[in-house]
């Protein structure tokens, strides 16, 4: 019986922690000319055209929903460095790029939501700028960029934006240790009798 309920507490902990998942690396589409891949990130935005650079608030807000708070750049590299609470490394700064990013973890003392955007230049070929909507919480992962086609289209720019109110999290009771709790308190209880 005390190996039933052992191996049922360890069921319910584990199908617990199974539940919790990450998002991944996001490569935008379409890839025939122009790829671009960052991780961890929950969504990607593309733009197109003469003026595509993702440079003011407003353009950040028409490809990512903004839920009514307003976009800050707080971070903005044309070379692999450090500005603001944005750090890039990046074995170059072309048209084949790979790259680290790190977002600085006071970032999300001040907001909930974060973008990365990213310019390639206009030059004949598309996407021209890419957006991607980071998992909240995190503060480092990889980039990668490739002209596949066309013309043009190197790495030109990476901004950091942020948005939103930070969350403030609340701990919850520990429901695994609870729940084996419960478990040791019916087989005592049940013992007894």
Known sequence: MLQSMIKAGFMVVACM???????????????????????DAVLCATRNGPNANISTPADVDALIDDLGFA????????????????KVS???????????????????T?????VISMH????????????????PGEV????????????????????LWGSGTPKTSVSEPNIA????????????VRRRT
């Open 17 to 39: 922690w199974g539940a919790f998942a990450n998002a991944g690396a996001i490569t935008c589409l379409p890839s025939n000319e122009r790829v671009a891949t960052l991780d």
């Open 71 to 86: 976009w800050v750049k707080e971070g903005e590299l044309t070379a692999p460095g450090t500005n603001d609470l944005f």
């Open 90 to 108: 990046a074995d170059s700064w072309g048209t084949d790029v790979n790259g680290m990013w790190y977002i600085d973890a006071s970032f999300w």
């Open 110 to 114: 001040m907001y909930s939501r974060a």
């Open 120 to 135: 390639v230049g206009e030059g004949g070929g598309n996407p021209d700028a890419f957006a991607w909507l980071i998992t």
């Open 140 to 159: 480092s992962g990889t980039f990668s960029y490739e002209r596949v086609a066309g013309k043009g289209g190197g790495l030109s720019n990476l901004f």
């Open 177 to 188: 240790i609870l729940l084996l709790l419960g478990f040791i308190s019916v087989f005592a």
